[in-house]
């Protein structure tokens, strides 16, 4: 009998990325404090990756917790700058801020997704990504978050390298499937392995 699997996130570019990929499986969020545990983390002085790692792991234990006999995928990606976390924007002024910080630097985007099963967890993976940001002008940052507001509200960063983000790099280094939020190919290759995916 095949395993069933849940995404215990609720975005729609990683539920896009599964389906692309042909696998089967059910959505429901995880309901955790995010701000909560990353504050928490970060007093502890935890890494951005550590931190990645523990949310993706709580959102799937969560959801596990409910359905046992599940494999349960939960995902979470932070965006590190000199080892400083940058949060999503609450408000088209803070996203301007947070691309002014970002702009003429290098920084990291760190994608965590932990599969949880059998009361555990079964895998875990930390995809990094490295990106660099080109000196944009104030006007073009302003214009740019005024046009894209409604895409970018939910996105670590103030952007979206799908869309007219792209624009603001000059150089990417790593799996562009990182930057979206999910390490798939790690993942479909231990779905596979495991025997849960086709071979």
Known sequence: ???????????????QLLRNAGVSFDVQVARIDEDAVRASLQAENASPRDIADTLAELKAQRVAA?????LVIGCDQILALDQ???AKPQTPADAVTQLQALRGKKHQLLSAAVIYGE??????????VRLHMRDASDAYLTSYVDRNWDSIRHAVGAYKLEEEG???FTRIEGDYFNVLGLPLLELLSYLTLRGTLET
Do not use: F, N, T
């Open 1 to 15: 009998m095949q395993e069933k699997i849940i995404l215990a996130s609720g975005s729609d570019i990683r539920e």
């Open 119 to 128: 009361g555990k967890p079964l895998w875990r993976h930390v995809g990094v």
């Open 166 to 168: 792209v624009r603001l």
């Open 66 to 70: 409910k359905h046992p006999d599940a």
């Open 84 to 86: 400083q976390i940058v």
